[in-house]
Structure formats: structure tokens, C-alpha cells
């Protein structure tokens, strides 16, 4: 059964770093694009970044563009997004995906990231 587990959410201040993790088991990894969502309380969900399989492709939506920043490890079946001067704004359950096809595409079970003083 595929698994994605997220992790490193938490509470920062204005202006601190937090690392997501997202392990994956149970897939091909490096056969899958791997994207990062969001949804904030009474918003809906979406996406914040995605990278090709291979780690050379990758896009961020404007809101995190120059302060975000995503990487996988294939032999780790593992992406990482780091965040950076992180805003209010940013708060939300971030929500790991690997995405093959519409077909074959899983979620993790979300992590919270609340950035407050």
C-alpha cells in the first residue's frame, strides 16, 4: 500500500524556516512528479510546488517563489521544502502528493505549519 508521510510542520515566528519532509514507500519514486499543497482554514486547497521526477524540473507559485524551495532525494525516496521568511499567510495543512497520472496519484495526511508571534 502507498504511503506518504509528512513531517517537520510545527508553530514559527514571522520571518523563521521550517523543513517538510515527505517520505514515500511503496512506489517508484523516481517515476513520479511530487507536489506540495496547501489549504488555509475556509480556503481551498492549493498547490504550492511540484518537481519533475529527476529533481531538474521545478515550480513554485508565486505567493512562495525565492523564499520556498523544493528537492527530492530518490535514493531516499524522500522531498524536502524548505521554507523561508515564512508569513502569517503561510499557514495551513501542507499536503504532500506523488503524481503519475490521474489514475495514480497519492496524498500524505497533511502536516500543520502556523506561522504566528
Known amino acids: 500500500q502507498v504511503q506518504l508521510v509528512e513531517s517537520g510542520g510545527g508553530l514559527v515566528q514571522p520571518g523563521g524556516s521550517l523543513i517538510l519532509s515527505c517520505a514515500a514507500s511503496a512506489l517508484t519514486f523516481n517515476r513520479y512528479t511530487m507536489r506540495w499543497f496547501r489549504q488555509a482554514p475556509g480556503k481551498e486547497r492549493e498547490i504550492v510546488a511540484f518537481?519533475?521526477?529527476?529533481?531538474?524540473?521545478?515550480w513554485y507559485t508565486e505567493a512562495v517563489r525565492g523564499r520556498f524551495i523544493l528537492s527530492r532525494v530518490n535514493a531516499k525516496n524522500t522531498v524536502y521544502l524548505q521554507m523561508n521568511s515564512l508569513k502569517p499567510e503561510d499557514t495551513a495543512v501542507y499536503y504532500c502528493n506523488a503524481y503519475y497520472s490521474d489514475e495514480f496519484t497519492y496524498w500524505g495526511q497533511g502536516t500543520q505549519v502556523t506561522v504566528s508571534s
Open positions: 518537481v519533475g521526477r529527476t529533481d531538474d524540473t521545478s
